[in-house]
């Protein structure tokens, strides 16, 4: 089983152990994979520096011997293009509500977040200029709240065909933390995407717990929530991560690194 080196914490709302460090096999190759920028900044944080050297030296030495074999495909699935709509000049607008500012919703960035609350359904539009060929998308909700507020149940994608939008794919999604990924029942070559959130979880019972002055109590309630929210929506291309440009150095230490710009 694939187990990174060292596992951080994101944050007390979710408690994700997430992935800093790990190493693996991949075909006839070792993989170090370092998921924190350790080249920006160094002369501020001397640790990182000191980090990124000591972790070259080890994938040079005899003891870099991964135990865990991962196959390219698995790897590649674990991997998300977050600039992928900067790189398309990809632009949005709610057609209910086109007043309202979506920007954060296509920044590619979990941590900043677009929430309206008025009425479903809510159509987020999306056009870019080049038409490109799409397999999916990936909807993200809200990251750092408990109650998931926004979260969408019934969906619907429908893509721009010439003059006509057709439907791509619909279904339900889970309220949860997990970035919820969208497959269409075919390709398309398309420069417009509509999704739309037919419907939250308003009205379903929740337990929670909540705080007086004599302490901590536990409460049923019914869950009254007409919002929409969107941490990030990314296209999914047929190319794929590879899309984004990779920037291959020579390090001093000879061992060469490769860094995929995920996020500015």
């Known amino acids: 089983e694939l187990m990174p080196i060292v596992q951080p914490i994101d944050e007390w709302n979710r408690s994700y152990r997430l992935w800093l460090i790990l190493e693996a096999k991949v075909g006839k190759g070792s993989l170090l994979l370092i998921t924190a920028d350790l080249e920006k900044e160094q002369e501020a944080h001397p640790a990182k520096r000191q980090l990124l050297k000591s972790l070259l030296l080890y994938a040079e030495s005899s003891a870099f011997c991964p135990a865990c074999t991962v196959s390219r495909e698995a790897l590649l699935e674990s991997f998300a293009d977050t600039q992928v709509m900067k790189r398309l000049g990809a632009a949005g607008r709610l057609l209910e509500y086109p007043e309202a500012d979506v920007s954060a919703a296509l920044d590619g960035n979990p941590n900043t977040t677009f929430c309206i609350r008025e009425k479903h359904p809510y159509t ?36 721009r065909d010439g003059s006509l939008w057709k439907c791509v794919a619909k279904g339900e999604l889970a309220s949860s933390f997990e970035p919820k990924r969208i497959v269409f029942d075919r390709e398309l070559r398309t420069n417009g995407l509509r999704f739309v959130a037919k419907s939250g979880f308003g009205g379903d019972t929740v337990q929670s717990y909540v705080m007086n002055h004599d302490g901590w109590f536990w409460q049923k309630n019914r869950f009254a929530d007409n919002a929409f929210s969107v941490s990030a929506i990314l296209l999914q291309t047929k190319q794929g991560v590879f899309a984004a440009k990779a920037d291959k150095k020579e390090n001093r230490t000879s061992a060469k690194t490769a860094t995929i710009e995920i996020e500015e």
């Open 124 to 159: 987020l539009e999306l056009t870019w200029e080049k038409e490109e060929e799409l397999t999916g998308l990936v909807y993200m909700p809200v990251q750092n709240q408990r109650v998931h507020e926004g979260d969408v149940r019934e969906y619907e994608v429908w893509g």
